[in-house]
């Protein structure tokens, strides 16, 4: 090395006292630590962009107003047990000729909940819901948040349907 001028492509580390050069085998250029850095900087951002950062489904809407055949539905013949009928909906029976029905979708970011123990359970942040859609408990995040929609229902003895909001 002439005058102690340092190579500018090197990757090597100067030491003040010797003014020798020390091989650096996996060493970053400059380049490389300012491009992997705003790399992980953007990385941050869509995270950040993605809300709360947890991965699960999409926010959901409830349709259109739905017809259901009981039949198809053959647990829909017992007194209190909560059925997903689909399309976002699920109904109990509460009497010989009558019928609750209420909306799946969570009322804290709009998740899709499942049926399941005869409740409501929410996969985004682990909301439950009562068979009637009352809050058991609320999301992990530690907001506050309110029931499940009660849904209109009607009832056709004739064609033994049931006629969902």
């Given amino acids: 090395m002439d005058g102690g001028v340092r190579p500018a492509l090197s990757c090597a580390i100067y030491l003040s006292n010797h003014h020798t050069a020390m091989s650096c085998k996996d060493c970053l250029s400059r380049r490389d630590f300012l491009a992997r850095s705003a790399l992980a900087a953007a990385a941050v951002v869509v995270a950040e962009a993605c809300g709360d950062g947890q991965i699960g489904p999409t926010s959901v809407a409830l349709g259109n107003g739905i017809t259901i055949n009981l039949a198809d539905f053959p647990e829909l013949a017992t007194t209190?047990?909560?059925?997903?009928?689909?399309h976002e909906r699920a109904v109990v029976r509460t009497g010989p000729a009558s019928f609750d029905a209420h909306s799946r979708i969570c009322t804290h970011e709009g998740c899709d909940t499942a049926v399941a123990?005869?409740?409501f359970e929410c996969p985004c942040h682990g909301s439950i819901f009562a068979i009637d859609g009352s809050v058991i408990r609320g999301p992990s995040t530690g907001e506050s948040i309110g029931p499940l929609?009660?849904?209109?229902?009607q009832f056709n003895a004739t064609d033994n349907t049931l006629t969902i909001q």
Avoid: K
Wanted: overall charge negative; hydrophobic content about 45%.
């Fill in 117 to 119: 123990n005869n409740r």
């Fill in 149 to 153: 929609p009660d849904l209109a229902v």
């Fill in 80 to 86: 209190g047990v909560l059925v997903d009928v689909g």
